[in-house]
């Protein structure tokens, strides 16, 4: 039986690449929290740390990162194999940004419990994590979209380079 470490090992290579990303968005997300909160702020005069605030959105970021990672692995074998447009794109980012809102509001409510209804904290953490993954998806997936759509795009014809001279 596999445990749920070897399938995520699996499935996402982890390699120096991620690392870099999940680093950037450790940083994101430690900014981010630095700025939700006027006691957060640095220079103010009864200054904390948001510790919780910021564990529980490097949990959440990761947790993005695994679902989109997974989408686009599976968008890749399966649809961005023939041809790339953006019809299928968009299909691509809204399915992530859909798994991603089940995910936001499940944790929400697990949090915050089920009882409590906080519309507009609910609103305004999502609308922010929206517009953080929307950022975050294009700036992951853009140059391997695009490779992809380059690699798809040659229709039979292969260039390859050999000292300086392009076949």
Known sequence: MET????LYRKIKLSRYWVKIWLVLVVVCIIANHLTLPEYFPTHESYRFPLIPT???????SVF??????????YKRT??????????????FLSTLGYDTIVYVALFYTLNGIEAFYLYELLTGYSITLLLCIIGIILIYARPIYILH??????????????GKIT
Request: net charge positive; glycine share 2%.
């Open 65 to 74: 990162t695994i679902i989109s990672e997974i989408n686009f692995q599976y």
């Open 55 to 61: 564990i529980v959105s490097i949990l959440l970021v």
């Open 150 to 163: 380059r690699d798809t795009s040659i229709k039979g014809k292969l260039k390859i380079t050999n000292s």
């Open 4 to 7: 749920p470490i070897s399938y």
């Open 79 to 92: 649809y961005f194999t023939e041809l790339i447009n953006t019809r299928l794109l968009s299909r691509f």
